[in-house]
């Protein structure tokens, strides 16, 4: 198979993603978002860090470990201090992080998770007497974000998710590889030409 070049982006998470767990000042299961703050205690030479989060209708909290029990010494001198100056960044830098969530066995809502697609590189095919058949577009997941292919394509593209679906099914687009944090689709040139003449779709 002949490809023109390969497109290569990788989809970031703008935004600290919201927990879902019982509340129990409400009694029901509730959103729970980032206040961008944290909770330190020091006990000796230990030390407990969560980032904390509360309940969007009653306020109630949840501390979800950052630290647990660690040693002082191995916490690096300005990040602790971010920690007692409750560091927004730092907040919002935990509050994406993945690993963390999976840590805590905290639940995210999939309805708080925004990205968005930055392009990384074109990789051009030497060959420029060669006729084009495809262009493969690759997609980096780094924080395993659960979004599913043909929505990850649509918003690269400018296709809808219909759409997508439906050439996947004619086989215009070849998903080779589909996991938590690598999609990689062939796209036929023609369909790529098409979107360039007639413009993006809503």
């Given at each position: 198979m002949s490809y023109l070049k390969k497109i290569e982006y990788e989809m970031i998470p703008e935004h600290s993603f919201n927990v879902l767990r019982n509340c129990a000042g409400c009694g029901v299961k509730s959103v729970f978002v980032n206040t961008k703050k944290f909770r330190v205690n020091a006990n000796g030479s230990r030390l407990d860090v969560w980032l904390i989060y509360q309940c969007g209708k009653c306020r109630h909290t949840f501390n979800l470990a950052v630290y647990e029990r660690c040693q002082v010494s191995t916490i690096r001198e300005a990040e602790y201090r971010k920690f007692m100056e409750n560091d927004e960044q730092l907040a919002e830098l935990y509050g994406r992080s993945?690993?963390?969530?999976?840590?805590?066995?905290?639940?995210?809502?999939?309805?708080s998770i925004s990205y968005r697609m930055v392009r990384k590189e074109d990789t051009?095919?030497?060959?420029?007497?060669?006729?084009?058949?495809?262009?493969?577009?690759?997609?980096?997941?780094?924080?395993?974000?659960k979004v599913r292919p043909e929505k990850q394509l649509a918003g690269i593209l400018g296709w809808s998710v219909s759409k997508v679906k439906k050439l996947l099914e004619q086989g215009e687009l070849q998903l080779i590889v589909s996991s938590p944090r690598y999609l990689e689709v062939s796209v036929k040139s023609a369909e790529l030409d098409k979107?360039?003449?007639?413009?993006?779709?809503?």
């Open positions: 993945m690993a963390l969530f999976q840590k805590n066995r905290a639940q995210i809502d999939p309805a051009i095919d030497a060959d420029k007497n060669r006729i084009p058949q495809e262009t493969l577009l690759a997609v980096h997941n780094p924080h395993g974000l979107t360039a003449q007639t413009g993006r779709e809503k």
